[in-house]
């Protein structure tokens, strides 16, 4: 059941204002599916549109009615044809659904109707990634991060852009809410044309596992492509870690014009072809990093060496190595979409990212971080980085989310557990789980965990970063991790409105209330 959102509405995603009609039997041809010669036939029928969701029904649509877990989107046929929509495609399957049968509409039946659905939308929207720099970004961890920074560099540059996550989508500043990291096909391909429509001409975009595998992408065109990184994360969608890893590796099958691969990890490395452009911290690479300094801060100066014999100088405002690595990803991915040095440096030199390593700072006298890391090797990261630059301790409040890969909460437990002085285990989002079950999972791992701190249990998110905050001493730093940008907490299907920045400035003002 999808979850309820309290206080906030679901929106249909943005549309162009013009869109020139598309004959039917033109997008049955290049969706390769056949029409079901029991309905009415595809002459004389022009589309404007498409959507999977008969909610979202526009006149002039073709629904996707596309197989799911639980129900089938043929089912909602009824509904798509009452809001105007002109055609279906689906599957066999669904095509033999009574509410299909029953619509008298064309039908135009493909064995992998969600695999059509991308090119046929690119189609109906006129190919708007051929007239965008579209410059992807897959991995596990850092992809919200690069994209920021590329689009730092873009606008230090005086481009246009657009941009595509998970904490948002902007259209050329104007901020959309991020329902997927990726939207669905014809959402993307729609919003792509609406970017066009404004005069966009760059668009740093995350590309999920999810987007690659479910073909979300499907049809659209990638100047360059990017990968950060690869470690355990969503095994609960993919069967293994090479699953997942073949499902990133789509991004560089044909889809990208460059590939630009960091190949600090073994599976950057297997992934970098010798066309690729590579990126390292700790091996040979076309791009690297020197004369890295970092101050109390967390600030990072360093230098960028490009292939082509110049030195980009850099001051990072964000602490941690894996953040320098970031950066020299980006830097790369804005050099092949042909962005030049001093855009570059400026930009990496002022990029904000919400909810990753964000500081809190209201007068306190301890550092307060909030950070996106839902992942062990993504916590183990961001723990050694503050680490590095305090002499204090270190107190981390941290969950993990339900209805998600279970193997990986006692990692995320020990992860912590081994790094932090105080670890507060709490709730994250339990979905529709127990979400005593998951804090134990993630107990198990932290006090199997040799040479741990402290661990304290309190499952109340709020009470947690309270209990956080108040063991807080000068000088040391407190983590709220997992949620990062995230306004939102899921407990039983239902979403209630939940900021972790919000949430621990309330709690440092308190305390500092308390204290006074």
């Keep these: 059941m999808p979850a309820k959102l309290v206080g906030k509405a679901v929106t249909a995603p943005p549309r162009p204002t013009r869109i020139p009609p598309v004959a039917l039997a033109e997008l049955a041809s290049r969706a390769h599916a056949r029409p079901d010669p029991d309905l009415p036939g595809l002459s004389d029928v022009a589309v404007t549109g498409a959507t999977l969701r008969a909610q979202h029904v526009l006149p002039g649509d073709v629904f996707a009615a596309l197989p799911g877990a639980r129900v089938h989107g043929a089912?909602?046929?009824?509904?798509?044809?009452?809001?105007?929509?002109?055609?279906?495609?689906?599957?066999?399957?669904?095509?033999a659904r009574p509410a299909v049968r029953a619509a008298n509409v064309p039908v135009l039946v493909h064995e992998d109707p969600r695999a059509a659905l991308g090119p046929l939308a690119a189609r109906i929207y006129g190919e708007p990634s051929l007239a965008l720099k579209i410059i992807g970004v897959t991995g596990?961890?850092?992809?919200?991060?690069?994209?920021?920074?590329?689009d730092a560099g873009l606008?230090?540059?005086?481009?246009?852009?657009?941009?595509i996550g998970t904490v948002e989508t902007r259209i050329?500043?104007?901020?959309?809410?991020s329902a997927f990291t990726t939207p669905?096909?014809?959402?993307?391909?729609?919003?792509?044309?609406v970017m066009r429509e404004r005069g966009i001409t760059h668009v740093p975009m995350e590309v999920s596992s999810h987007a690659l595998e479910l073909e979300r992408v499907g049809g659209t065109h990638f100047t360059v492509g990017a990968f950060t990184n690869l470690s355990q994360d969503h095994l609960d969608f993919h069967a293994d870690m090479e699953e997942y890893f073949q499902a990133k590796a789509r991004?560089?099958?044909?889809?990208?014009?460059?590939?630009?691969?960091?190949?600090?990890?073994?599976?950057?490395?297997?992934?970098?072809?010798?066309?690729?452009?590579?990126?390292?911290?700790?091996?040979?690479?076309?791009?690297?990093?020197?004369g890295l300094t970092t101050s109390r801060?967390?600030?990072?100066?360093?230098?960028?060496?490009?292939p082509h014999g110049t030195e980009i100088p850099v001051v990072l405002p964000m602490p941690g190595l894996f953040n320098v690595a970031n950066a020299l990803l980006a830097a790369a991915c804005l050099n092949a979409a042909d962005i030049g040095d001093e855009a570059i440096g400026a930009g990496l030199s002022q990029v904000q990212v919400p909810g990753r390593m964000e500081r809190v700072a209201v007068g306190q006298e301890f550092t307060a971080v909030v950070d996106y890391s839902h992942k062990p090797e993504a916590v183990a990261l961001a723990l050694d980085a503050v680490r590095a630059r305090t002499e204090g301790r270190v107190i981390i409040a941290l969950g993990c989310g339900g209805d998600r890969d279970t193997a990986k909460r006692p990692l995320m437990g020990q992860a912590a557990a081994r790094r932090a002085d105080l670890l507060v285990i709490t709730d994250d989002n339990p979905r529709s789980e127990d979400p005593a079950a998951i804090r134990a999972a993630m107990r198990e791992g932290a006090l199997n965990t040799s040479g741990r701190g402290e661990v304290v249990e309190v499952g109340d998110r709020r009470e947690a970063i309270a209990t956080a905050v108040r063991a807080a001493r000068p000088g040391d730093v407190v983590v709220i991790a997992g949620k990062g940008h995230e306004t939102g907490q899921e407990i039983a299907g239902v979403v209630h409105p939940f900021s972790d920045r919000d949430e621990l400035e309330a709690a440092i003002r308190a305390h500092l209330g308390e204290q006074a």
């Design 172 to 177: 050329a500043g104007q901020r959309l809410a």
């Design 251 to 290: 991004l560089f099958d044909g889809r990208s014009d460059r590939a630009v691969i960091c190949v600090d990890g073994d599976w950057g490395v297997r992934l970098a072809t010798p066309e690729a452009v590579t990126v390292a911290m700790t091996r040979d690479a076309d791009w690297t990093a020197a």
């Design 75 to 95: 089912d909602f046929t009824a509904d798509a044809v009452t809001a105007g929509a002109v055609a279906v495609l689906t599957d066999a399957a669904g095509a």
């Design 297 to 306: 801060s967390g600030e990072q100066s360093f230098r960028i060496r490009t």
């Design 140 to 150: 596990t961890s850092g992809k919200t991060t690069t994209t920021y920074m590329i």
């Design 184 to 193: 669905e096909a014809p959402d993307l391909q729609a919003l792509l044309a």
């Design 155 to 163: 606008a230090a540059a005086d481009v246009t852009t657009g941009l």
